[in-house]
Nanobody, 129 residues
Framework: QVQLVESGGGLVQAGGSLRLSCAAS????????MGWFRQNPGKERDFVAA????????YYADSVKGRFTIVRDNLKNTVYLQMNSLKPEDTEVYYC??????????????????????WGQGTQVTVSS
């Protein structure tokens, strides 16, 4: 069973930065494709970024491209989301997700939340103007 635990959320002023972490259990973390999504209450969960099992391939939503960076450390079983130049509209609950199907990595495929089997509990990010 894969367990994901996010951390690093908080309150930050517009233009500031935060780094989210997602720690995963399981000995085969290095085989998981990982993603970050975000959601506000009553709204759909939106894709933010995804990274392949090796870290060599990444994919971003247009809304965060150039501001957010997804990286992973397979030795630490952790994936990170570095968020710079934050805007008030980035205020949401951020979730990490894992796919252990060992499929070929495709950005478009992993931008769809239905293609992940495991989810964390979320961490709140609030950006003040």
């Amino acid at each position: 069973q894969v367990q994901l635990v996010e951390s690093g959320g908080g309150l930050v002023q517009a233009g500031g930065s935060l780094r989210l972490s997602c720690a995963a259990s399981g000995r085969t973390f290095s085989m998981y494709h990982m993603g970050w999504f975000r959601q506000n209450p009553g709204k759909e969960r939106d894709f933010v970024a995804a990274v392949s099992w090796s870290g060599s391939s990444t994919y971003y939503a247009d809304s965060v491209k150039g501001r957010f960076t997804i990286v992973r450390d397979n030795l630490k079983n952790t994936v990170y989301l570095q968020m710079n130049s934050l805007k008030p509209e980035d205020t949401e609950v951020y979730y990490c997700a894992a796919d252990d199907s060992r499929s070929w990595f495709s950005g478009n495929y992993y931008a769809n939340g239905m293609n992940y089997e495991h989810w964390g509990q979320g961490t709140q990010v609030t950006v003040s103007s």
